[in-house]
Nanobody
């Protein structure tokens, strides 16, 4: 099992920014891609953004397009989520994930093999 650890969460006012980080500790870990999901209180865990290392292609949920940017370094087993123009509805626990192989369902929880513990993001109104 590959440990993933998120960091960078915190409390921010609406309109502010946060940068989340996720690191995979495995020295030889090679993932097909990584992603961010979030889960708000009383809600299901939902897809936020993903990056495919081949070609560096990125994918975003509609509700974060234009505000969030996913990036990473496959060699360092790291992924980031730059969150700008934060809204109260962005409040959630944010989780990073990694997958061993490709597929079309980049936004489905089930295709990811490794998960972090999550980092809390709270946006005040």
């Amino acid at each position: 099992q590959v440990p993933l650890v998120e960091s960078g969460g915190g409390l921010v006012q609406a309109g502010g920014s946060l940068r989340l980080s996720c690191a995979a500790s495995g020295r030889t870990f090679n993932s097909y891609g990584m992603a961010w999901f979030r889960q708000a209180p009383g809600k299901v865990r939902e897809f936020v953004a993903a990056i495919r290392w081949i070609g560096g292609r990125t994918y975003y949920a509609e509700f974060v397009k234009g505000r969030f940017t996913i990036s990473g370094d496959n060699a360092e087993n790291t992924v980031y989520l730059q969150m700008n123009s934060l809204k109260p509805e962005d409040t959630a626990v944010y989780y990073c994930a990694a997958r061993d192989r490709g597929g079309s369902s980049y936004d489905a929880r089930s295709v990811y093999d490794y998960w972090g513990q999550g980092t809390q993001v709270t946006v005040s109104s």
